[in-house]
């Protein structure tokens, strides 16, 4: 098992709510990814945290945001939930930024 | 825009039997990384490939990147149930101010018959 914690497990919002979910990284890790994967589908790469700073974001909205704490830890945040948000949502640590991708456990949220 | 193409998405052996999955990318890659993800589970780091014409091995797995670093393969030599699981390519893209996006294709789910 990595190192990497995510919290919650689930999660079942309505829409257009808001969520959080938070993300511990490996010890020694500076850089924290986020990913969204729907069910039979590859991971979608949502953004990179490097040093408390967004390194890199895929083709998500801006109702997608993010944050990485002085200690590395990360938090999603997600807007106006649509039902399309229904997913498993992965965080990733790793040591600099493209280096083998540590996966958490992840946390399926479902948007009713 | 950037896309990884992973075939086949399924693909059912018998135990013992060989298996290869294929990832195309349409632009070049910095880099390319391997994953598996057991069902219920979450992706696991297998290797990372760099260099074109990179060939590696781990046992009974052997992971090429192709020489214009646009192709990959993972082989599977005599599969054993073990190794039943999801397998994903993950295609490295830096772009301006060297950011980056790790792109993963759709996936090859490898059923193995006992």
């Known amino acids: 098992e990595t190192g990497v914690t995510q919290s919650p497990t689930h999660l079942i919002k309505t829409r257009g709510q808001q969520v959080t979910l938070r993300c511990s990284s490996q010890?020694?890790?500076?850089?924290v990814s986020w990913y969204q994967q729907a069910l039979g589908q590859g991971p979608q790469f949502i953004f990179q945290?490097?040093?408390?700073?967004?390194?890199g974001r895929g083709n998500f909205p801006p109702r997608f945001s993010g944050l990485q704490f002085p200690n590395y830890s990360s938090e999603l945040n997600v807007n106006a939930l649509e039902l399309d948000d229904s997913a498993l949502y992965l965080c990733?640590?790793?040591?600099?930024?493209?280096?083998?991708?540590?996966f958490g456990p992840g946390t399926r949220l479902t948007v009713l | 825009g950037q896309q990884v193409m992973q075939i086949p998405q399924y693909q059912h052996v018998q135990e013992g039997e060989d298996f290869t999955t294929y990832c195309n990318s349409s632009?070049?890659?910095?880099?390319i990384q391997w994953y598996k993800q057991r069902p219920g589970g979450h992706p696991v780091f297998l290797i990372q490939?760099?260099?074109?014409?990179e060939v590696k091995k781990q046992k009974r797995l052997t992971f090429q990147f192709g020489e214009a670093k646009k192709n990959s393969s993972l082989h599977i030599t005599a599969t054993q149930t073990t190794d039943v699981g999801t397998y994903f390519c993950?295609?490295?893209?830096?772009?301006?101010?060297?950011?980056?996006?790790?792109?993963f294709g759709q996936g090859t789910t490898l059923q193995v018959k006992p």
């Open positions: 990733a640590s790793s040591r600099t930024e493209y280096n083998e991708q540590f």
């Open positions: 993950a295609g490295l893209r830096l772009g301006s101010g060297n950011t980056g996006k790790l792109i």
């Open positions: 010890s020694g890790h500076n850089t």
């Open positions: 632009t070049t890659l910095s880099n």
């Open positions: 490939l760099v260099k074109s014409g």
């Open positions: 945290y490097y040093r408390e700073e967004e390194n």
